[in-house]
């Protein structure tokens, strides 16, 4: 199996930052597109952003020139720099993954979430 480990969540204020990092380990051959969901109560669970292994990037609009997305360590880990958060931006966020394990296997990976709260 495939296991994706978050870290970085916590509180901020309304303008302050945040770094959310995902690390991918387990049974992996090689790792396709990676990426960045948050789900508000009562709300769905939204992209926030996404990187393949190539490096192009996919941003939500309501992040666009705030947040960025990047990818390192041999591309098993993906990061969320926030920047200028507001509160709308208060969520768990959950890392996800397109995973090749051994065999050819295509699996979808998602983290267990972190909780992002930006509040006054």
């Known amino acids: 199996q495939v296991q994706l480990d978050e870290s970085g969540g916590g509180l901020v204020q309304p303008g302050g930052s945040l770094r959310v990092s995902c690390v991918a380990s387990g049974n992996i051959f090689r790792i396709n597109d990676m990426g960045w969901y948050r789900q508000a109560p009562g709300k769905q669970r939204e992209l926030v952003a996404s990187?393949?292994?190539?490096?192009?990037?996919k941003y939500a609009d309501y992040v666009k020139g705030r947040f960025t997305i990047s990818r390192h360590n041999f591309e098993k880990t993906v990061s969320l720099q926030m920047n200028s958060l507001k509160p709308e931006d208060t969520a768990v966020y959950y890392c996800?993954?397109?995973?090749?394990?051994?065999?050819?296997?295509?699996?979808?990976?998602w983290g267990r979430g972190t909780q992002v709260t930006v509040s006054s």
């Open positions: 996800n993954a397109d995973i090749v394990q051994s065999g050819l296997v295509d699996v979808t990976a």
């Open positions: 990187i393949t292994a190539g490096g192009k990037t």
